[in-house]
Nanobody
Framework: QVQLVESGGGLVQAGGSLRLSCAAS????????MGWYRQGPGKQRELVAA?????????NYADSVKDRFTISRDNAKNTVYLQMNSLKPEDTAVYYC?????????????WGQGTQVTVSA
């Protein structure tokens, strides 16, 4: 069984910063990629940022967060981070960690429980 545990959400004023963490644990054979999605009020879930683990750390960002958010990884800890700077009210959402993980011969997508980020004007 695999678990993704997120932390670091909260309430911040516009222009402030937050750092999210997501740690994967369980019977993990390998992690192919990890990332962050978000779902704002009345909106669909969208990709925020992603990083490959097994293919050299390729990065992918949503246009709306480029130059403000930075995704990074600690392979030894099976953890991914999202540093969020210059936060805007429109960044308010539940942020979900996502991971592409292989358990023995089976590859699946796993999700965390979500962490709330609220940015006040």
């Amino acid at each position: 069984q695999v678990q993704l545990v997120e932390s670091g959400g909260g309430l911040v004023q516009a222009g402030g910063s937050l750092r999210l963490s997501c740690a994967a644990s369980g019977s993990i054979s390998s992690i192919n990629a990890m990332g962050w999605y978000r779902q704002g009020p009345g909106k669909q879930r969208e990709l925020v940022a992603a990083i490959t683990i097994t293919s050299g750390g390729r990065l992918n960002y949503a246009d709306s967060v480029k130059d403000r958010f930075t995704i990074s990884r600690d392979n030894a800890k099976n953890t991914v981070y999202l540093q969020m700077n210059s936060l805007k009210p429109e960044d308010t959402a539940v942020y979900y960690c996502n991971a592409d993980i292989r358990v023995r011969s089976v590859r699946n997508i796993y999700w965390g429980q979500g962490t709330q980020v609220t940015v006040s004007a």
